[in-house]
């Protein structure tokens, strides 16, 4: 099956109502990188990682884009085994993107749900949060309430971790 491009990601906003907002702009590939471009933006600005765990389970954390994620911490938390980055080729097999174009949005091409999903709490307050359009030369905006009723509609209930008090009691 063919991944889902921008547009399609657009069209299926459209058709659930979720009011978007994408700005334009050159490819950022880490978050450190496009800090003009973020300055432009409200909102919540996101770091994503696909991870897999020693049992080769799939998971993507989104993530407030200066949060720390410790992984040691954070696997038994969500319930995983011992977490490390997934490879370019598993991250374009389940999610259709490639690295530094990770983004919750490509959660679209997993209707299966293989890939697990862990969403920061930091990030759930704000609004609005920003996603990669399953591309890095974009960034496309959308409300809190958007956000979650784009997961409604894919059917995902999403894991609420406070990745900041995990990282706080070390």
């Known amino acids: 099956m063919p991944h889902a491009t921008r547009q399609v990601l657009f069209a299926f906003l459209d058709a659930h109502g979720i009011a ?6 050159p490819p950022v590939f880490r978050v ?28 993507l954390i989104s993530a407030l884009g200066d949060t720390r994620i410790d992984l040691k911490r954070a696997a038994p938390v969500i319930g995983s085994a011992k977490l490390s980055f997934g490879s370019e080729t598993r991250l ?19 209707p299966e749900h293989s890939v697990r999903f862990v969403l920061d709490a930091a990030l759930m307050r704000t609004d609005p949060v920003n996603f990669h359009p399953l ?20 059917g995902r209930e999403p894991r609420v971790v406070d990745f900041a008090a995990l990282a706080s009691e070390s």
């Open 32 to 59: 450190e990188d496009g800090a003009e471009i973020k300055a432009a933006l409200p909102g919540g600005h996101t770091k994503n990682l696909f991870l897999k765990d020693a049992k080769g389970q799939l998971w």
């Open 20 to 25: 978007h907002r994408t700005h334009e702009h």
């Open 135 to 154: 591309s890095n030369d974009a960034t496309t905006a959308v409300s809190r309430d958007g956000f979650l009723a784009f997961l409604k509609a894919l």
């Open 92 to 110: 374009y097999e389940a999610l259709g993107v490639r690295p530094g174009s990770v983004t919750a949005f490509a959660l679209l091409n997993d």
